[in-house]
């Protein structure tokens, strides 16, 4: 898995609320620094991490306001430290995304494996690990067809790896 603690990605709203195994909500939420030591190394080296007098607690990111409809923002909270915590952005497309995950890019053309969030039909019977994910949360009819969602300048994997809930 290329993602990297401190890595923030977009991931729908339609899972079943336990989260994504090793990931945050970047809900401004309150956690021990010693169960996430690394993300609380990370989020320092960025200058966005916010922690109490005693340096013993800190919060996410609040990203949830600003995040598309549908979507909520999680930031890697255990894994692999960056190779270099200056050099990575908030949103980046990533060489092994979890299926269902949006990121934000410039490129023409979507990378292999991704798709533009430009509300296309996507027949279900020819991705269905991705509906089992999103289901008909953007559109859609839910039985034949599901729509993608609709964020100017993003992608979302369509294929990757299936995620552990949380």
């Known amino acids: 898995m290329t993602h990297y603690i401190g890595d923030v990605f977009l991931w729908t709203k339609n899972w079943d609320g336990s989260g994504i195994q090793g990931c945050l909500k970047c809900d401004g939420s309150t956690y021990s620094v ?11 080296y960025q200058g966005v991490v916010n ?38 952005p908030y949103y980046r497309v990533v060489s092994s995304p979890y299926i269902g995950e949006v990121d934000y890019t410039t490129a023409t ?29 953007f559109g859609g009819n839910g039985t034949k067809n599901f729509a993608l969602p609709t964020i100017a300048g993003a992608v979302i994997a369509v294929t990757g790896n299936y995620p552990q809930r949380g």
């Open 34 to 44: 010693d169960d996430f030591s690394a993300l609380y190394v990370v989020l320092g």
């Open 109 to 137: 053309y979507p990378d292999s494996g991704w798709a533009f969030c430009d509300g296309s039909l996507v027949n279900t019977s020819q991705s269905t690990a991705l509906f089992s994910v999103i289901s008909n949360s």
């Open 51 to 88: 922690s109490d007098s005693t340096g013993t607690t800190f919060t996410t990111p609040e990203l949830m306001s600003s995040a598309p409809e549908g979507l909520t923002p999680y930031i890697v909270a255990t894994g692999t430290f960056p190779p270099s915590p200056y050099s990575f």
